[in-house]
């Protein structure tokens, strides 16, 4: 009898010690992670006795804020769609997602809270959270929304100096202003809109010429040397053609980017060798995870490693020009035209600018850091001359810009089966010293010069003439 109360009061004490080890992993070691899981509903509810701060755009518009009548607090955003699903939502009915849930602990006080707001939220007292300004700019954003309208796909727009991100379009959207009245209608909408497509993940078709060329460069090709492209070559008993089978005659390394020469591209990534492909796209942050406060999908260039550590012939080839198995997010797409804007060096992306209390006291700013270095700055200076040549003489000439000089790359990218090619133009400008870094990529749009190059070129243009990411 002793031996048995013996053996149920040791259970008891091995279960408290496992159930202590258990609180202390979830209340301390793991806090932070169950308190921005959008699926923790104790955010939403601390709203019915916290005012969720507002969220503004870098000139002060107001993009979200809560308002209060009556004694009864809705969540209200004044620029409705043009910042969905990036903004997201905030309900009592059906939780947070997008900023609203990202940055919930700034927008309710309790990141680095204030000695006051400890004060208040350990007596659950009513307060203010802080407000979140962002780097986004409500003019460009607007453009890049407009020119997205009616289509799937998305726009990313930054400061290739310092990774400030000046628009994220993710189109179709949805209006936050009716979303629980209209949640059951939105979940079943064709299109998705609640999937932000800038940090989905595509094939970029031959906008990865441009990473490709760092490989030939390093391998020793003599990029004057002339390459005679007859429309299709054969690899590994692989046929490479071209879009269309077009010719396009004796090419050296710019007009063969100009002119957006499959062949050329896969010949010498190929004669480069996998390794130094590998290498190029590493540089550029394949398979890393891209340090910005919102969520990105891994790039990957096969589908059973993100970078594998070699790629057969066949597979090298068509990854050249961003077949096979090569997938990226349009985010990190314009990534990669800022690192080359920027003489190789890709900034780390940032969306927030500051985090301010209601006293206007500045509790957090964001610094300009770099985050990879994939160029030197000769080989980032060959890019940008053959996309220049692009803009001015090839498949990237309806992105152009009278009086500015804009470098850009199109790719028109293969989804598989019969569907239209998704459309792809990235650019920057002026090319003699880039202000704007940019991505636009339209699902099932067929041409990047056709779909996504007159998107591109609006919000070049409409940043350049309102000085989008000057200092005021």
Not at 288 to 312: C, D, G, H, M, Y
Not at 357 to 373: A, C, G, H
């Amino acid at each position: 009898m002793k031996k048995g109360l013996r053996y149920i009061a040791l259970g008891f004490s091995i279960s408290f010690i496992f159930l202590s080890f258990g609180l202390v992993y979830w209340q301390v070691v793991r806090s932070d992670a169950l308190l921005n899981n959008p699926a923790n509903r104790r955010l939403i509810l601390m709203e019915q006795r916290v005012d969720r701060g507002g969220i503004f755009d870098r000139n002060g518009e107001i993009l979200a804020q809560t308002q209060t009548t009556n004694n009864q607090k809705k969540r209200v955003y004044p620029k409705g769609e043009v910042l969905e699903p990036l903004l997201g939502y905030a309900t009592l009915q059906h939780g947070s997602a997008g900023m609203e849930a990202n940055f919930g602990d700034w927008l309710l006080g309790i990141k680095q809270a204030t000695p006051t707001q400890e004060i208040e939220q350990l007596f659950q007292l009513p307060r203010q959270g802080n407000d979140v300004v962002l780097t986004l700019d409500y003019r460009l954003q607007k453009v890049a929304y407009e020119g997205l309208k009616g289509k799937m796909g998305a726009a990313v727009a930054l400061d290739p100096r310092t990774g400030e991100i000046l628009a994220l379009v993710s189109q179709p959207g949805f209006d936050p202003n009716s979303l629980d009245q209209n949640w059951a209608e939105l979940s079943k909408r064709s299109g998705s809109p609640f999937v932000n497509r800038a940090f989905a993940l595509y094939p970029p078709g031959s906008t990865m010429k441009v990473i490709t060329s760092a490989a030939i460069f390093r391998s020793g090709v003599n990029t004057g040397d002339l390459y005679n492209c007859t429309g299709s070559t054969v690899i590994n008993g692989q046929v490479i053609s071209e879009q269309n089978d077009k010719a396009h005659g004796w090419v050296n390394y710019d007009t063969a980017l100009a002119d957006s020469c499959n062949t050329y591209f896969a010949t010498f990534g190929v004669q480069s060798g996998d390794q130094q492909f590998l290498n190029a796209v590493k540089g550029f942050g394949f398979g890393q995870t891209i340090p910005f406060e919102l969520p990105v999908s891994l790039s990957q260039i096969t589908n059973q490693a993100r970078v594998p550590k070699q790629l057969n012939t066949n597979l090298l080839a068509a990854s050249t020009f961003g077949q096979g198995e090569v997938l990226i997010s349009p985010f990190h797409m314009a990534l990669v035209a800022a690192g080359i804007a920027n003489h190789g060096v890709i900034m780390t992306p940032h969306i927030v600018n500051q985090v301010i209390d209601d006293k206007q006291n500045v509790l957090y700013k964001t610094s300009p850091k770099s985050w990879l270095t994939a160029l030197s700055t000769e080989e980032a200076a060959k890019i940008k001359n053959a996309m220049v040549a692009a803009v001015n003489d090839g498949t990237a000439s309806p992105g152009g810009i009278s009086g500015i000089q804009v470098a850009a790359k199109t790719g028109s990218a293969e989804p598989g089966g019969n569907d239209k090619t998704h459309a792809w133009y990235i650019a920057f400008a002026p090319a003699e010293a880039p202000q704007i870094a940019v991505a636009v990529m339209v699902e099932h749009g067929g041409t990047g010069g056709g779909a996504a190059a007159p998107i591109a070129r609006d919000i070049i243009q409409t940043a350049l003439n309102e000085k989008v990411g000057e200092s005021k």
